[in-house]
């Protein structure tokens, strides 16, 4: 398989296995809620916090997501973009040694990543799934790295958010409509995403016209493109008119002794007047009760960046907009990959948790279905985890809670 290269890489292959694990101290103060629910959220390097994690929660998640750093070279706000924040450039100092000093802005980041990503592998289940969001800055060297530590049979897909409603005017070559969010399974054999509820304009193809008992269906086609060898009789339809065969190029895609089969059980539709070209009823009650997710998530279905930050302004507060965190993503978004990749009683697991979106999803999803899901979040910003994501987790509770009683929305 081929594999990527790049300064430093040797020296961080192995790294996780030497980073030395530290106990995690709890904070009575800080923390709210049940004390027996099991969500953490924890304040620190991730690098560190899932070296200290790891021996209680070795293959138990069933679902990480991450939403690291997009490396896209605007260093204007320091927490969140920047491979050359001092901590991160001490950090490679030590870890990487002299070669540090002819890091590229992308060997930094990959020398951040591979470790973290070779330890977050760690927790997962043998049927759970990695989500990473990331951007073109580094979607291609992200992809090698996971094929690396998670092995490329484990690929499942990319899936491509559209997270802006309106082009950017001021853009220099093309207006980005999206980003991308990586998805591998811990075991591809192992893992299998829940169905999406079908949606009401899915189910209005489906009506009742004769009056089925059955219920109702939609007209399949009949004729289809792929050769069938027993798929070119004629029909003589119950009106009379007969249909030589099926249209050139075509075959029924059914044998005649099959149709008639299927007519004797009510299951074809001639059309009003018994000479149309016979369809196959396919009946509601019978299709699966949800759909196979595709890989294009539009804004319409999982939010987009402006809802995601008015979302989080209604909620926390900020002393000015220049304190306002940047780059939340929409609870939508991260409620899809939850209700796709989760059961009731399933752990999910953020590292780059940021304003906490995840953990705010994970209680929106319990809410819908009474599930008991916990979350494990780890920032590593104080300025973000006491001010922002505590903040944010403890009054996206309340307002869950408060519809539960009834109560108004917080604004
Ligand atoms: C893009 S933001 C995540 C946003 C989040 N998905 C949300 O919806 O709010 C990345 C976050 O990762 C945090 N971060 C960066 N490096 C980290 C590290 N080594 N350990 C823990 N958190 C880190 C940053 O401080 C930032 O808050």
């Not at 279905?301 to 926390?316: F, N, R, W």
């Not at 001010?387 to 809670?401: D, G, H, I, N, P």
Request: hydrophobic share 35%; charged share 30%; net charge neutral.
């Amino acid at each position: 398989m081929p594999t990527l290269n790049w300064i430093g890489k040797d020296a961080v292959v192995d790294h996780h296995r030497r980073v030395p694990t530290r106990l995690l101290e709890c904070d009575r103060e800080l923390s709210v809620g049940d004390p027996d629910a099991e969500n953490l959220l924890v304040e620190g390097d991730n690098l560190e916090a899932l070296k200290a994690l790891l021996p209680r929660y070795r293959g138990q998640v069933k679902c990480i997501y991450i939403d690291p750093p997009y490396n896209t070279g605007n260093e204007n706000w320091v927490y969140n973009d920047n491979v050359n924040d001092p901590r991160v450039r001490k950090w490679l100092g030590e870890v990487v040694g002299k070669e540090a000093e002819d890091l590229c802005r992308h060997d930094k980041w990959l020398c951040m990543m591979y470790p973290r990503l070779a330890l977050l592998r760690e927790f997962l289940r043998e049927d759970g799934a990695i989500f990473v969001s990331i951007a073109d800055h580094e979607v291609q060297n992200l992809r090698a790295i996971l094929d690396e530590v998670f092995g490329r049979q484990n690929f499942i897909a990319t899936v491509v958010w559209q997270k802006v409603y309106a082009p950017k005017s001021s853009a220099k070559y093309f207006s980005e409509d999206h980003d991308y969010i990586l998805v591998y399974a811990r075991n591809a054999e192992r893992f299998l995403p829940n169905l999406m509820p079908r949606t009401d304009k899915q189910n209005k193809a489906y009506s009742n016209r004769d009056d089925d008992p059955r219920g109702p269906w939609r007209p399949n086609n009949l004729a289809a493109r792929n050769y069938y060898s027993k798929g070119t009789y004629p029909i003589t339809c119950p009106g009379g008119r007969v249909i030589t065969g099926p249209p050139r190029g075509s075959y029924w895609r059914v044998s005649k002794e099959k149709l008639e089969l299927l007519d004797a059980e009510g299951r074809i539709y001639w059309g009003k007047d018994g000479n149309s070209v016979p369809a196959p009823k396919i009946f509601l009650s019978e299709v699966k009760q949800g759909v196979v997710p595709q890989t294009l998530w539009k804004y319409e279905e999982v939010g987009h960046t402006q809802e995601a930050k008015k979302e989080l302004v209604s909620l926390c507060d900020f002393d000015s907009s220049a304190d306002v965190f940047i780059t939340p993503k929409p609870t939508r978004l991260i409620r899809r990959i939850i209700d796709l990749a989760t059961e009731k009683d399933s752990l999910i697991l953020d590292s780059f948790a940021g304003s906490g979106t995840t953990g705010h999803a994970v209680m929106a999803a319990n809410k819908a279905d009474g599930g008991n899901r916990r979350c494990i979040l780890v920032e590593v910003e104080p300025e973000v985890s006491q001010r922002v994501t505590r903040q944010r987790l403890e009054r996206a509770s309340e307002q869950l809670s408060e519809c539960e009683t009834g109560g108004g929305e917080r604004v």
